[in-house]
């Protein structure tokens, strides 16, 4: 049965309002470095499928189908569908998948619609999931809630692979700063093992003044392994 979604009309309406306003400096014009240097660790046959939760449109999923798997994206914004389509040079298919637009050109899909009400039938199964930063896009109250879905969604022998930005605390110590951090700890450590396996400290300037000192962000990758 689709589980039921905890996102409110609220949270829909300012997700798809970005997008119809194209205000989406979220978006990253280039295939992001990390998955491009690391993710051949993972050693995944070609044809393998992988699963994008909260896709946009990304470019790493192009990336990804040129590794050879078949990708799957999910994404609430027919505009982000549409654009990412359309910017590739690609004639998609579309067709209904029950409350899903399926759109599909050739290894890449995407399942227009909410994240929070797939099944595994609408995705079938899954080798991987590629996860960059989608808990950002979500309020803290829910992201929980994603975690919960994503673990209905995918197998006992699926991975995923974790992309994440996190600001270092102004006192944290080196240690502390390259552990796992204490968000993805308590999210996802009851129905996965985790495993950090790369930290890269960047100095980066503050946004909202630059009178500020600089913030230390911490690019890291995960893998986790479902239990």
């Not at 993710?39 to 790493?60: M, N, T």
């Not at 996190?166 to 009851?190: F, P, R, V």
Request: charged residues 25%.
């Amino acid at each position: 049965m689709p589980f039921s979604s905890p996102r409110t009309d609220q949270d829909d309406h300012l997700w798809l309002e970005c997008w119809r306003e194209q205000r989406t400096d979220f978006h990253q014009p280039v295939v992001n470095p990390l998955l491009s240097r690391f993710w051949p660790a993972l050693e995944l046959a070609r044809g393998s499928r992988v699963f994008v939760p909260l896709c946009g449109k990304s470019l790493d999923m192009l990336w990804l189908a040129q590794q050879g798997h078949e990708v799957i994206g999910v994404e609430l914004s027919p505009v982000a569908v549409s654009d990412f389509f359309r910017e590739r040079g690609l004639q998609p298919t579309q067709k209904q998948v029950g409350d899903f637009t399926l759109w599909r050109a050739g290894k890449l899909s995407i399942l227009c619609g909410d994240f929070f009400a797939l099944t595994r039938d609408d995705l079938g199964e899954l080798d991987t999931v590629y996860d960059r930063a989608a808990l950002t896009a979500l309020p803290e109250n829910i992201r929980e809630l994603y975690v919960a879905q994503l673990q209905r969604l995918v197998s006992k022998t699926a991975t995923v692979f974790l992309l994440t930005v996190e600001d270092a605390a102004a006192d944290a110590t080196t240690a502390q700063a390259n552990g796992i951090d204490d968000e993805i700890k308590a999210l996802y450590s009851t129905g996965f093992d985790i495993e950090l396996t790369f930290v890269e400290s960047v100095f980066e300037a503050d946004p909202e003044s630059a009178s500020l000192p600089d913030i230390r962000a911490e690019y890291k990758v995960y893998r986790l392994s479902c239990r």
